[in-house]
């Protein structure tokens, strides 16, 4: 069991296919730490904590607790980070410490939606 603290930036679920034919969703998660070198991480997460983070704004704060599954697959390893429990602590969220947006035609961010980042 790891854990890591940060800000919950995004969360993306795909349909896929395995090579047996199966249909799965494979579902991603970024959080946003303090880190100064590569301060955003990815991780997959399971029908339990995809139903709970589909609920929760992004920006929000808290605590995410993982593992770390390595396999081998035709002579490479890979790993996997599979978050298991998530515990939003603070009720303040990324937005409410962001200053105002510029209006628009004044040098402002060319209609991004900050709330939903293209990623």
């Known amino acids: 069991?790891?854990?890591i603290k940060g800000k919950f930036i995004h969360f993306?679920?795909?349909?896929?296919t395995s090579k047996a034919g199966k249909p799965y969703k494979q579902r991603t998660v970024l959080i946003e730490t303090n880190d100064q070198?590569?301060?955003?991480?990815?991780?997959?997460?399971n029908d339990k904590v995809s139903e709970y983070?589909?609920?929760i704004p992004y920006g929000s704060i808290g605590t995410f607790q993982y593992n770390i599954n390595s396999a081998q697959s035709g002579g490479s390893w890979f790993?996997?980070?599979s978050i298991y429990r998530v515990d939003i602590s603070a009720t303040?969220?990324?937005?409410?410490?962001?200053?105002p947006a510029p209006a628009a035609n004044n040098g402002g961010y060319g209609g991004e939606n900050i709330n939903?980042?293209?990623?």
């Open 12 to 16: 993306e679920e795909v349909d896929k």
């Open 37 to 45: 070198y590569s301060p955003v991480k990815a991780f997959q997460c």
């Open 116 to 119: 939903n980042p293209p990623f």
């Open 79 to 81: 790993t996997n980070l």
């Open 53 to 55: 983070l589909s609920k």
């Open 92 to 99: 303040e969220t990324h937005e409410a410490n962001q200053p």
């Open 1 to 3: 069991m790891s854990e």
